[in-house]
C-alpha cells in the first residue's frame, strides 16, 4: 500500500445520543487522517468523546453521520458482521480494566480472536506460547485471570490483541489501573510494537503518558483541537497472523460447545439447579407413562385372558338390559351355530349360586354347567386330573370340576380327586382342579366356581333347559363382523325374532384400550407440564446468564465473534443442559419405575416414551434457550463492554 493513501480516514463524522428528548452530540464532525505503522495518541478529558471516537475507529460502534473509511472502504456501510470480520482481521484492543475472560486461562484468553478466525487448536496454542514467551509470561500459561497481577493482565491483554497479527492496536487508557512501573513496562512494549510496524492507537487523558506517541490529537467536548503531523513508519509487522483455514460449520459447533462446556464447569451450582428442572420433567414422564401403560396392559391382560376371539350370545332384547328370567337360547342353539363357518367352538353357560359340602365343610359358591369344550375355548385348563369329556355330558355323569378357591376351602391340604361332595344335597365326585385364575376384571374370583357337565348340571342342580348365555369362539378373527351376523342371521331365522344380544369382546378390549389409552394421556400430560415448568426455567436461568455475562459477550465481540458465533455458544449451553439433564432425567425415571414394580405396581416399559421424554427435553432446551442466545447475540459491543 502507497505510504500517502490513509488506513484510516473519518470524513465529518458524527455521533449523537437520544434519551427521551435529550440529544447529546459527542462527536461534531470530527475529521482524522491515520497511517499505518503510526503512534498515534488521542488525548481529552473525560467526557471529551475520546473512547466514543476509538468505538467508532475500532468498528464497535457506527457513526450517527458521516463517513468511515478503512483502507478506502466505507465502514460505515458494513453488516454487523462485515464489522467483526474487520475487527478480527485488523485490530487488537487493550482495555483499562483488561477485560479478560475469567473462565479462561491466559493461553485461552490469548487464543481467542484466534478461534474466531478459523485457526486450528495446536497453531493457536503455539502462537498463544510465542506471545507469552515474548511478554515474558511463559510460566503463567495455566493461570486464570485472579491469578495474575494487573501488570501480567495487561500483557496477557496485549498478546491476545496481537494474537491474528495485530496490524492495529487500540488502547484505551492501556496504563490506568496499572503501578507506575507496569505503566512504563506497557509503555515501552508499545514503543516496541510500533517500532515493528504496528499501527497503535492510544487513548489517554494523561499527557505523560500521550508523550510517547510519535503524534498527538487533542479533542475536547467532541472536536479535535489539535492534531499533529503524521510520522509515518514503513516497516513491516514482523510478527505476522497465523495462516486461517476453511470455516467449518462442525469446527465453529465444537469451539462453541468447547466454551459452554467450560462456562457450565465453571458455574457449576447454577448448572445443577437448571438441570433439576429437566431432570424432574423428564424422570416424571418416563414414570407416569410407565405406570400408565402398565395399568393398560394389566387391565387388557385381564379382558384378554377371556378370550379374544370370542363372541358371547346372552338372551335378551338388543336394546334390554340384563337377561335374568328371559327364556331364548336354548342347546340346540349350540349344535346349529357350530355348522356356522369360521366357528372353533361353541359351548353352553348356565349358571346357579349353590352351597357346596364336604364333611364338616361347605362353601357358598356357584356352579357352571358346560360342555367339554368349555377349557379349548375360555383357555383355561386343569391342573390336577382331567375335565369332563362329551362323553361324561351324554352319560348324564355327576362329576365335578373345581377351582382352587373351592378345593382349598372344602379340602384344604387333602387331596380332592375322586372325593364326592354335595351340591345343594346332590352327590358329585370331584375329577379335576381348575388352574388358579384369580380375580377377573371386574374383582370377582374366577376360582370360586364348580364346572359340571351341562346335562348332569341342569337335570340334577339348576333344573332348566334354558341357557345362561352362548360362548362361541372364532378362528378367524379378522372375520369376527361377517360371522357375528351369519349367527344373528341363523338365531332370527330359529327363533323368529330377535331375541338376544350379540357382545363382541374384541370391542371391548377396543374399548378398554381407548380408555387406558386417555389415562396414559391425562398421565403424560401432567408430567409434561413439569418438563415445560423445567424448560421456563432453563430460559430463566440462560437470562440471567446473559446478563451476568454481559462484559465477556462483548469481549468476544471485540476480538470479531460473529453474531452467529455468540449464538451458537449460548444455545449449546442451553441445549447440553437440556441433554443432559435428559439423561439423568431417564435413569431416574428407570430408577422410580423399577422400584415402583418391585413394590407391587404394574409398569411397563418402551422405547417410545423414552425417547419422547429426551426429544422433549432437547427441544425444550432449543426453543427456551433461543431467546436468551438471541439477545446474547444482539447486544451491542460497545454497551456489553462498559458493563460491570
Known sequence: MKTNT??????????????????????????????????????????????????????????????????????????????????????????????????????????????????????????????????????????????????????????????????????????????????????????????????????????????????????????????????????NISLSPLQQHNSSKLNEIYESTKSAMISLKMNLFRTILTLLGIVIGVASVIAMLAIGDGAKKEVLDRISAMGTNLLVIRPGMPTGRGHGGIKTLVYEDVEAIKEVKNILWAIPETKKDVTARYGNNDQTTKINATTADYTHVRKWYVSQGSFFTQEDNNNLAKVAVIGQTVAQALFGTQDPIGKFILIDSIMFQVIGIMNKKGANAFGEDEDDVIFTPFSSGNLHIIGQTYLRNVTVAMDDLSLIESTENEIKRLLIQRHGVEDFRILNMASLIEDATKTQNTLTILLGSIAAISLLVGGIGVMNIMLVNVTERTKEIGIRMATGARMRNILQQFLIEALVVSALGGMIGIVIGLGVTLILNLLGTAVEYSILPIVLAFSCAFLTGLIFGYLPAKKAANLDPVEALASK
Open 6 to 235: 490513509p488506513l484510516i480516514q473519518l470524513q465529518n463524522i458524527t455521533k449523537i445520543y437520544k434519551n427521551g428528548e435529550t440529544i447529546l452530540k459527542v462527536l461534531k464532525e470530527v475529521n482524522l487522517e491515520i497511517y499505518q505503522g503510526e503512534f498515534v495518541a488521542i488525548v481529552g478529558a473525560s467526557g471529551s468523546g475520546k473512547s466514543t471516537l476509538m468505538n467508532i475507529l475500532g468498528c464497535l460502534d457506527k457513526p450517527t453521520h458521516g463517513k468511515y473509511l478503512f483502507n478506502a472502504q466505507d465502514v460505515s456501510l458494513f453488516s454487523k458482521d462485515q464489522l467483526a470480520s474487520l475487527r478480527r482481521e485488523s485490530f487488537g484492543f487493550v482495555f483499562q480494566s483488561y477485560n479478560l475472560i475469567h473462565s479462561l486461562k491466559a493461553h485461552e484468553n490469548i487464543e481467542v480472536p484466534a478461534i474466531y478466525a478459523n485457526i486450528l487448536p495446536q497453531e493457536r496454542f503455539k502462537k498463544a506460547q510465542e506471545l507469552l514467551e515474548y511478554l515474558n509470561l511463559k510460566e503463567k500459561t495455566h493461570n486464570y485471570p485472579s491469578q495474575l497481577s494487573g501488570g501480567q493482565q495487561q500483557r496477557v491483554s496485549i498478546a491476545r490483541a496481537l494474537m491474528n497479527g495485530g496490524a492495529i492496536i487500540l488502547a484505551d487508557e492501556p496504563t490506568g489501573a496499572l503501578d507506575s512501573k507496569s505503566g512504563q513496562e506497557v509503555m515501552k512494549l508499545f514503543n516496541e510494537l510500533s517500532q515493528k510496524g504496528h499501527t497503535i492507537i492510544l487513548i489517554t487523558h494523561d499527557m505523560e503518558v500521550a508523550s510517547h506517541a510519535h503524534r498527538i490529537i487533542e479533542i475536547k467536548d467532541g472536536e479535535i483541537i489539535k492534531n499533529s503531523q503524521p510520522k509515518i513508519n514503513t516497516k
